[in-house]
């Protein structure tokens, strides 16, 4: 997708913004920079020109239109031209109780919908049944109506299409608009971010399966910027799936609270695995230390790796890689969690929180100044991590922003062996080349590294393995078992 902004001539406080080419989820994720200008001052009015589009599907115009909300003023006009067949049957599809929320106003999706195409879309006449039947109810539901358009008449009308019955839910139709229930089991853990749950999503005739349930703070969820940022990361990273990554499944909204549904992990952190060593007055063993950083470079080495539909780099950047946010599963298994929110956050970041300064033991020297980062500011937080594994110590050990600030400008860290002398020559010159505070001494991926251990690991031995981790981890927590 190619996308032109320009004022318009007669009216300065009109925005034109016109498209071309193809509309879908990933070309529509990737034009955060060309919005960024709209985003940031807000338009009083907001033209859409799809003269220029060549496909679109449901989705993709979802993910625009959303843009688009944020892109404009609050109360501020969003107007659509040149909406040809094409894109109103992305229309069709899109679902009417979301284009309501997009619009903020009723009356003007009811419009919309009105104007959808009565003939066949492109000789598809189940298209066409789906669009006439829907207008009937639209039109039908809209004589129900009472009250000014707004936030409460959009929750009458939403209600009153659930009694109705799903509005897109027709034979033929591209999708199925499913709304999930769950039912919360416990408190997991809370942070600066929110807190997270198990819990059980429910499904019919009994269906049950546990997941983790993320919650999103309500300072985040209620500032616009961070939303639209945290919502398209998290659309990023969606289809991230490796076994040594927890896989995200939803993303939803309950009122004004943003929430993300994740595979749940019957395990523990990789913090609790450091503090138990510490509890017990022992060393975890070198080659645990080597397998469970493999793994965290692999995990990093298939996102960064990854590429949307059309083969371009996805450029994903974890930036939070630290013992909170690795998992070792009951059976051994290392996961990464918590990609795509580490992005929307740091521009909420706030230096004086007791939470950034714990992150910033684990940051890169480029990010922590806040300055431009690539995947290798991953490879440096997997050597942290890695370090306090061998020397139960940071790389960096000042107590507040400043003085880490400081340390990570100008002290050199100090070599793991001094602190623990078990630590082998090799190991230690990896851990060191991914420690590098100057990028480009350090491993160019983290498939790089991770090569670089697992030939430390199995090159002359037959070297650790998930049930490995998997008996160790039952041996130190009897209580998994």
């Known amino acids: 997708m190619e996308i032109d902004i320009k004022q318009a001539e007669e009216n300065k406080e009109v925005n034109i913004v016109n498209l071309s080419g193809r509309i879908d989820t990933f070309t529509s994720s990737s034009i955060d920079e060309e919005l960024q200008s709209l985003i940031d001052i807000g338009s009083d009015k907001l033209v859409c020109n799809f003269s220029g589009v060549e496909y679109i599907n449901g989705d993709g115009l979802k993910v625009f239109l959303d843009k688009m909300k944020y892109a404009k003023k609050t109360g501020g006009d969003l107007k659509l031209t040149n909406v040809n067949d094409t894109v109103k049957k992305a229309f069709s599809l899109v679902g009417f109780t979301q284009m309501c929320d997009i619009y903020n106003d009723v009356k003007e999706a009811i419009e919309t919908f009105k104007s959808l195409p009565k003939a066949p879309v492109a000789g598809d006449e189940e298209v066409e049944h789906t669009i006439v039947q829907n207008i009937e109810k639209i039109v039908h539901l809209e004589a129900t109506m009472v009250g000014e358009p707004g936030e409460n008449v959009i929750d009458q009308f939403a209600d009153e299409l659930a009694k109705e019955g799903q509005l897109f839910e027709t034979e033929g139709s591209d999708f199925i608009e499913h709304h999930c229930e769950f039912k919360f089991v416990r408190k997991i853990a809370a942070g600066g971010m929110g807190v997270v749950y198990e819990v059980k999503q429910l499904g019919a005739k009994g269906f049950e399966k546990t997941v983790a349930l993320k919650t999103i703070v309500s ?114 298994v290392v996961k990464l969690t918590d990609f795509g929110i580490a992005k929307a956050t740091s521009f909420a970041i706030d230096l004086g929180d007791d939470a950034v300064v714990g992150k910033l033991h684990y940051m890169a020297p480029e990010q922590a100044k806040l300055q431009k980062v690539d995947q290798r500011a991953d490879i440096f937080s997997v050597g942290a991590v890695m370090y306090e594994m061998f020397t139960d110590r940071r790389p960096f050990m000042a107590s507040d922003t400043r003085g880490l600030l400081e340390q990570i400008e100008s002290q050199d860290i100090e070599h793991p062996s001094k602190l623990n002398p078990e630590v082998p020559p090799d190991l230690e010159g990896i851990l060191m080349k991914a420690l590098s505070k100057d990028v480009d001494r350090r491993y160019k991926t983290a498939g790089e590294m991770g090569t670089a251990l697992e030939y430390y690991m199995y090159h002359d031995r037959y070297g650790p393995t998930n049930i490995t981790l998997e008996k160790y981890l039952h041996e130190i927590f009897p209580e998994l078992d």
Do not use: W
């Not at 919502?231 to 991230?240: I, K, S």
């Open 219 to 332: 300072r985040f969820s209620a500032d616009d910027v961070f939303v639209g940022r945290f919502v398209d990361e998290a659309r990023l990273v969606a289809n991230l799936i490796h076994e040594n990554i927890v896989q995200i499944y939803q993303l939803g909204k309950e009122k004004d609270t943003f929430y993300i549904v994740m595979e749940y992990i019957n395990g523990k952190s990789l913090h609790d695995f450091v503090v138990k060593h510490r509890e017990l007055n022992k060393k975890i063993p070198i080659d645990l230390v080597a397998f469970i950083s493999s793994r965290l470079c692999r995990a990093l080495e298939y996102a960064h790796k990854r590429k949307d539909k059309e083969g371009n780099p996805m450029n994903i950047v974890h930036r939070d890689v630290c013992p909170r946010n690795a998992l070792i599963t009951t059976e051994g």
